[in-house]
């Protein structure tokens, strides 16, 4: 007969990731409302959720809708760099992670080395970025297309079930 793994010993389970699902639809979803969901009780669920979040499963936040807060123009950007120094490398990367408006950036694998989402108040705000970026690592940066987004019909949204 199998032994149960240790809740700080497994990833996660089913009944994790149906605790996972509940939170994605509801992040203020009250704990005696999972409990009841996932039939364990309201202890269980508290350790389960504070589990995940401290192996990083999860992190709690909120998503904003850039705009509703006054950054209309949202442009999805496919940086290539060219063949460049790890410490060339990271500057590039810590100046985009410290960009204001800079709201994502990811290591991509294909034809382009990166992918980030920029936003702006409008075509002027995004072109000054834009320029300003590509002018200060125009030595490192070999390919820049830049991708207007219209609309967004879905984000961050997982079935795991």
Known sequence: MPTKQKLSSRVI????????????????????????????????????????????????TILIDPRVIGYPLIADIKIKLKNISNEERNKFIEYLQKHERITELLAIMGDYDFTCVLIAKDSNEFEEISTGIRQKFKELISEWKAILVLKTYKFEEYNLI
């Open 13 to 60: 389970d089913e009944t994790d990731k149906k605790i996972l699902m509940i939170l994605q639809k509801d992040g203020r979803a009250q704990l005696k409302e999972i409990s009841k969901k996932v039939h364990l009780s309201i202890d269980s669920v508290h350790k389960r959720i504070k589990e995940m979040q401290r192996k990083k499963v999860f992190s709690s």
